[in-house]
């Protein structure tokens, strides 16, 4: 029976996991490597203190084209383009119609992933997502 492993960065990121034999683990047996992680996946599991943690979900508000509850600070990147968000808000504003993909980062939290359809001239939204 293989036994599972995983390994972070500095910032507990987890760069590396998978299992490992039996013959495996034991010549391979490292203070950097957590052992016996059940589940963990990078999108949504980081290790803080040598152990596997959850990555917290973000408190996400949304209003309209208001986003509240956002990390402080975080990026939201709109149809590829990243931007820096400080004060745990931001109002969007979209120049005009079409479907906006954003994407809200802050580490360690998980990110989020939106689909925003603006209809017509005055912005209006219509498929919120």
Not at 1 to 7: A, E, G, Q, S
Not at 55 to 70: E, K
Request: glycine letters at 8%; a negative charge.
């Amino acid at each position: 029976m293989n036994i599972p492993y995983c390994k972070a960065d500095d910032t507990g990121r987890i760069m590396e996991y998978g299992s490992l034999s039996p013959y495996t683990f034991l010549h391979r047996l490292d203070p950097a490597y957590v052992y016996d992680p059940v589940g963990v996946t990078p999108e949504t599991h980081y290790v803080s203190d040598g152990m596997v943690r959850e990555r917290p979900r973000m408190a996400l508000q949304r209003q309209g084209q208001a986003l509240s509850g956002l990390p402080d600070p975080c990026a939201v990147t709109i149809n590829g383009q990243p931007y820096a968000v400080t004060g745990g808000q931001v109002e969007l504003d979209f120049p005009q119609p079409g479907q906006y993909q954003l994407v809200l980062s802050a580490w360690p939290w998980q990110e989020v992933a939106l689909d925003i359809t603006i209809s017509g001239p005055d912005n209006n939204e219509t498929d919120p997502s």
